[in-house]
């Protein structure tokens, strides 16, 4: 018997990859995630960068389409989490380019920096989408009064110089690109300017490293951990895609899969034994030699058995998941096949 959560589903072992591709298609059902959105709603769509003037006391960044202007034929899409909102998703658009005149600006910078970085942000300000340049490139948020649409203004290494004020709160931003400048803090006519490049191609576009898809799927069983005696060896990783996922797998310890982004996660575990057996995956668990049943229920996230003296066992779940989480292949010691059809699947499947 496997089971998809708590849901008992019987199979036998021809009928199990049929079983794991259902599941995979209920979980993202049951996310509230189709195959269409996961298709069409790419996180960042149509985003260029340019130096928006050749003067330089006027040296502007220009935020365009990837090829040409913007227009309501030719829109940019960006999401963006909300945690005001229940930290759902926001889709937003833009359809005209926008320039933020950085020039009078510090960014708290000391002095002339010859190789500085200033970051994009995106911002959504109660659903409106809004334009941010700062210093720092690991953003969640900005409150309005960190930021300023006035470039004299922002003399500090926390502020954002924004293209428009914003409202009263603090709003979620994304960061969506990045430049390579040069800064003049003393200069005459090029006094506190930031030379942006010209060209789109000069640009860095792109989230932040660890947005988009990620999924790595484990194969190859191989025994136990000798330390951890009750979390399974999945020694090769067969697919690996994104950075929201790590993988590793250690004689003593076993496999893990360690979160690097927080979201919600599809996870899947097939294993087989020759004899009855339990399998399942655990998540921050200590008890690393303890049975997949006996171990502390809320570091329990899926359980399959298998109970008519051997066979295939497949376990899924669809969870919420925190930076710093570790997924294991935890069982109860009997597993015992060493093929390449032993598997578990780490999938992040939205925020």
């Known amino acids: 018997m496997i089971t998809f959560g708590s849901i008992p589903i019987r199979a036998n072992g021809s009928q199990l990859v049929s079983r794991v591709v259902a599941a995979w298609f ?14 069409l709603a790419g996180p960042l ?6 130096k928006a003037t050749t003067t330089d006391a006027d040296d502007s960044l220009k935020i365009q389409g990837s090829a040409a202007a913007l227009s309501a034929t030719n829109i940019l899409y960006i999401n963006i989490q909300d945690p005001s909102n229940g930290g759902r998703t926001e889709r937003l658009t ?24 200033l970051y994009v942000y995106a911002i959504s300000d109660g659903g409106a989408l809004k334009w941010g340049l700062h210093q720092a490139g690991d953003l969640t948020d900005i409150t309005d009064v960190l930021s300023s649409a006035t470039p ?8 954002m110089l924004v293209n428009t004020t914003l409202t009263v709160g603090t709003h979620p931003v994304r960061r969506v690109g ?37 999924e790595i799927v484990a194969t190859t069983a191989s ?9 399974r060896r ?3 990783q067969s697919e690996a895609r994104g950075d ?17 982004r927080s979201g919600m996660y599809y996870m899947s575990f097939v294993d087989a034994s020759s004899v009855t057996g339990e399998i399942g995956i655990s998540k921050n668990s200590s008890q690393l030699t303890t049975g997949i049943r006996s171990i502390t229920a809320a570091d329990r996230v899926a359980l399959s058995e298998i109970s008519f003296g051997g066979g295939d066992m497949m376990c899924s779940a669809v969870v919420r998941l925190n930076i710093g989480d570790v997924l294991r292949p935890h069982t109860d010691a009997t597993p015992d096949a060493g093929s390449i059809a032993q598997s578990m699947r780490v999938v992040r499947i939205g925020d």
């Open 244 to 260: 929201a996922i790590d993988w590793a797998d250690d004689s003593v310890l076993g496999t893990t899969f360690l979160i690097n």
């Open 26 to 39: 209920n979980a993202l059902r049951l996310a509230g995630i189709t195959a269409e959105t996961q298709l």
């Open 94 to 117: 833009a359809t005209a380019d926008v320039t933020i005149k950085a020039t009078g600006a510090t960014f708290g910078a000391p002095a002339d920096l010859p190789n500085a970085t």
């Open 223 to 231: 025994g136990h951990g000798s330390g951890s005696t009750r979390i």
């Open 45 to 50: 769509v149509n985003i260029g960068f340019n």
């Open 152 to 159: 004299g203004d922002v003399n500090l290494s926390t502020e």
């Open 234 to 236: 999945l020694t090769v």
């Open 178 to 214: 990045s430049d390579s400048v040069i800064f003049d803090l003393t200069g005459g006519a090029s006094e506190k300017l930031w030379g942006f490049r010209a060209g789109v191609s000069a640009f860095v576009v792109g989230l932040e490293r660890e947005f988009g898809h990620s």
